[in-house]
């Protein structure tokens, strides 16, 4: 899932400036985050009514990332859109720049920051897990990947800081390569990390810019 | 036989090497590497010039490099992968070999959160074994990474590697070496020794696996200053092991500098007697001035 994060509630007034406001949240990844659900969006409407910033309307749509069908469910709400100075939009990164391709005359607000592709470990407990570097390599690692878990992306890991564990750029964060190397051991699989893994190839994510 | 330079030559002909560490400063005035450089001539065979280390901002160790040797000093010239692609790597190889710099050690390098720009983005592009073959081939096959070939002088380092024989997992240390000699390195230097019976376990399992025929090892060395640095080296480096015994010696001291300087003149006695150990790389951290009288005393010059 794309995990996000909201802005700090003041970041986003100031952004905002002067309402009234149009609010889109997303139906997918942002409801789960629990930062552009039907629950968030309410929430920030109250909040900036409180600060005497009007909301024409909002939507939740499904999914934000989907271009025709964003078209469809904003066509509904052109009025209330057209009333608005402001769109925030409570999506990830993708969501935002789908509903800038629709909404062209009004300034968009991102309310949220985008971080990785990661797994709900617990509610509101993300952890990351994929770069989508264009190839994936963890056959050669036990299905763990040190690319996006490791901080230094190192192929023949591990390096020489982590203690007791956890890996020496975050104390709270387990060192991949300790899980990585306690698995293949549990699989007897110790063998697989002798071996010296190439450089990786990465034209396959950054050339490929669109898959049809 | 023709040596690359003057530490292969060292190593090579099997005698006892010292490489001590000369850290670069925060600004471009040359005469703070000149004048550690004055303090050290004559008591290693070559000297480390850091590159960036703990990610702070400082002279680069390829201008570094040229320093010493415009005053005929044989630097080893540290290189992470944490700034440079393998574009910008493998250019600086070349760079670095043209103007006569022989000796390159090639690290992965600490992460940038640590130094003085933790805004930065780490490059990463490779890691240090990936980098240490590319190098290798480099130089005995004249290609490049993506394959195309060199077209006028392969660079001719001798390619050096850092070891941690005190990282946990400890059953994956020496294996790591092992992939850094099957990589192509030449000699390595380890992280500084204070835990002595780790470091015999670490260098049992080297000679087990015939490893030291392989491959130069310099156990690093580094003279606690202060209990302050001993207590950051303790409990904020990674990778560090000090153990508490050490830890209580410089606790107890009257003079911790003394006490310091005691520790590293043991260690380097006790190490110099491990079957296997090649040599020393001494680190003194903003404490160079003490080298010269450590080696002298320990009978290394």
Same mark, same amino acid.
């Not at chain 1, 890996?167 to 110790?190: A, P, R």
């Not at chain 2, 070559?46 to 415009?70: E, H």
């Given at each position: 899932m794309i995990i996000t994060k909201q802005k700090d509630i003041n970041? =986003?007034?100031?952004? =905002?400036?002067?309402?009234?406001?149009?609010?889109?949240? @997303?139906?997918? @990844? &942002?409801?789960? @985050?629990?930062?552009?659900?039907e629950e968030e969006v309410l929430s920030i409407k109250e909040f900036l009514k409180n600060k005497n910033i009007n909301t024409t309307g909002w939507v939740i749509l499904e999914p934000a990332c989907n271009l025709l069908?964003?078209?469809?469910?904003?066509?509904?709400?052109?009025?209330? =859109?057209?009333? &608005?100075?402001?769109?925030?939009?409570? &999506? @990830?990164?993708?969501? =935002?720049?789908?509903?800038?391709?629709?909404?062209k005359d009004i300034e968009i607000v991102p309310g949220t920051d985008t971080l990785f592709l990661g797994e709900i470990k617990h509610l509101n407990d993300f952890e990351k897990r994929c770069i989508m570097c264009g190839e994936c390599i963890q056959d050669l690692f036990g299905s763990i990947c040190p690319i996006s878990r490791c901080p230094k992306s190192m192929l023949n890991g591990p390096c020489g800081g982590s203690i007791n564990g956890k890996c020496e750029v975050n104390e709270n964060i387990d060192c991949v390569w300790d899980i990585i190397y306690k698995y293949l051991k549990e699989k007897g699989q110790l063998y697989k990390l002798k071996e010296i893994k190439s450089p990786k190839n990465w034209s396959k994510s950054t050339e490929m810019r669109r898959v049809i | 036989m023709n040596f690359r330079s003057n530490l292969e030559r060292v190593l090579s002909e099997k005698k006892f090497a010292v490489t001590a560490e000369i850290g670069p400063p925060k600004g471009a005035d040359s005469n703070k590497i000149r004048h550690k450089a004055e303090i050290l001539r004559g008591c290693a065979d070559a000297y480390n010039i850091t590159d960036n280390q703990t990610a702070v901002v400082r002279l680069s160790s390829m201008g570094g490099s040229f320093i010493?040797?415009?005053?005929?000093?044989?630097?080893?010239?540290?290189?992470?992968? +944490?700034?440079?692609? +393998?574009?910008?790597?493998? /250019?600086?190889?070349? !760079?670095? *070999?043209?103007? $006569?710099?022989?000796?390159?050690?090639?690290?992965? $390098?600490?992460?940038?959160?640590? $130094?003085?720009? #933790? %805004?930065? +983005? !780490?490059?990463?592009?490779? %890691?240090?074994?990936?980098?240490i073959q590319i190098v290798k081939n480099m130089r005995d096959h004249g290609i490049f990474q993506s394959g195309d070939k060199i077209l006028s002088g392969n #660079?001719?380092?001798?390619? !050096?590697?850092? /070891?941690? #024989?005190? *990282?946990?997992p400890y059953e994956l240390r020496v294996d790591r070496l092992e992939k850094k000699i099957e990589a192509g *390195?030449?000699?390595?230097?380890?992280?500084?020794?204070?835990?002595?019976?780790?470091?015999?376990?670490?260098?049992?399992?080297?000679?087990? +696996?015939?490893?030291?025929?392989?491959?130069?090892?310099? *156990? !690093?060395?580094? #003279?606690?200053?202060?209990?302050?640095?001993t207590e950051r080296m303790k409990f904020h480096v990674p990778g560090v092991d000090i153990p508490d015994r050490i830890y209580e010696r410089m606790k107890n001291a009257v003079d911790p500098k003394h006490e310091g300087y005691n520790l590293a003149l043991e260690l380097i006695n006790d190490i110099k007697k491990i079957k296997g150990v090649h040599g020393l790389h001494i680190t003194a951290l903003f404490w160079e001035d003490i080298i010269p009288h450590l080696v002298r005393e320990s009978g290394l010059l």
């Amino acid at each position: 899932m794309i995990i996000t994060k909201q802005k700090d509630i003041n970041d =986003i007034l100031k952004s =905002i400036k002067e309402g009234p406001v149009f609010i889109i949240g @997303c139906s997918e @990844c &942002a409801t789960l @985050c629990h930062t552009g659900g039907e629950e968030e969006v309410l929430s920030i409407k109250e909040f900036l009514k409180n600060k005497n910033i009007n909301t024409t309307g909002w939507v939740i749509l499904e999914p934000a990332c989907n271009l025709l069908n964003d078209k469809r469910l904003l066509k509904k709400h052109n009025q209330e =859109i057209q009333k &608005a100075k402001k769109i925030l939009v409570l &999506a @990830c990164g993708n969501g =935002i720049q789908t509903v800038s391709e629709i909404i062209k005359d009004i300034e968009i607000v991102p309310g949220t920051d985008t971080l990785f592709l990661g797994e709900i470990k617990h509610l509101n407990d993300f952890e990351k897990r994929c770069i989508m570097c264009g190839e994936c390599i963890q056959d050669l690692f036990g299905s763990i990947c040190p690319i996006s878990r490791c901080p230094k992306s190192m192929l023949n890991g591990p390096c020489g800081g982590s203690i007791n564990g956890k890996c020496e750029v975050n104390e709270n964060i387990d060192c991949v390569w300790d899980i990585i190397y306690k698995y293949l051991k549990e699989k007897g699989q110790l063998y697989k990390l002798k071996e010296i893994k190439s450089p990786k190839n990465w034209s396959k994510s950054t050339e490929m810019r669109r898959v049809i | 036989m023709n040596f690359r330079s003057n530490l292969e030559r060292v190593l090579s002909e099997k005698k006892f090497a010292v490489t001590a560490e000369i850290g670069p400063p925060k600004g471009a005035d040359s005469n703070k590497i000149r004048h550690k450089a004055e303090i050290l001539r004559g008591c290693a065979d070559a000297y480390n010039i850091t590159d960036n280390q703990t990610a702070v901002v400082r002279l680069s160790s390829m201008g570094g490099s040229f320093i010493l040797l415009n005053l005929n000093l044989e630097p080893i010239m540290q290189m992470t992968c +944490r700034d440079r692609n +393998r574009i910008a790597l493998q /250019s600086d190889v070349l !760079g670095a *070999a043209s103007v $006569g710099v022989r000796n390159i050690l090639f690290i992965t $390098g600490d992460h940038q959160s640590f $130094g003085n720009h #933790p %805004d930065a +983005r !780490g490059v990463f592009d490779l %890691d240090s074994i990936q980098l240490i073959q590319i190098v290798k081939n480099m130089r005995d096959h004249g290609i490049f990474q993506s394959g195309d070939k060199i077209l006028s002088g392969n #660079p001719e380092i001798f390619i !050096g590697a850092a /070891s941690n #024989p005190f *990282a946990e997992p400890y059953e994956l240390r020496v294996d790591r070496l092992e992939k850094k000699i099957e990589a192509g *390195a030449d000699f390595i230097q380890t992280q500084s020794v204070f835990n002595l019976d780790r470091f015999n376990v670490w260098m049992d399992e080297v000679r087990s +696996r015939n490893l030291d025929k392989k491959i130069h090892i310099l *156990a !690093g060395i580094t #003279p606690l200053k202060s209990l302050k640095m001993t207590e950051r080296m303790k409990f904020h480096v990674p990778g560090v092991d000090i153990p508490d015994r050490i830890y209580e010696r410089m606790k107890n001291a009257v003079d911790p500098k003394h006490e310091g300087y005691n520790l590293a003149l043991e260690l380097i006695n006790d190490i110099k007697k491990i079957k296997g150990v090649h040599g020393l790389h001494i680190t003194a951290l903003f404490w160079e001035d003490i080298i010269p009288h450590l080696v002298r005393e320990s009978g290394l010059l």
